[in-house]
């Protein structure tokens, strides 16, 4: 049995403080992971001073996921999930 699920998603979003500001929590916006399966990134990065991009991006590489790799595909998803609530904490510099 196969799954059908070629995927890609990308997003892009761009915080602008009103400030010179460092991220406090930088680490928790870098993250990666590859398998069978596909991938996904969570990256953070310096525009400016005040302004900071924020990319994920989750490709899934197998048009059709066979049943005994599913698990792969759980793995990439529960790194997602674990980045869904974070918070971009931040100081004045």
Known sequence: MYIPYMYNDE???FVQLPFNAG???ENDFKKSTTNEAGS???SISKISD???KISSVYKINCPMLPKDKYQKLNELNELV???KDLSLLY???
């Open 11 to 13: 997003i892009n979003v």
């Open 23 to 25: 991220i406090i929590n």
């Open 40 to 42: 996904f990134t969570l």
């Open 50 to 52: 005040s302004q900071y």
């Open 81 to 83: 999930d674990q980045t």
């Open 91 to 93: 100081k004045k510099l």
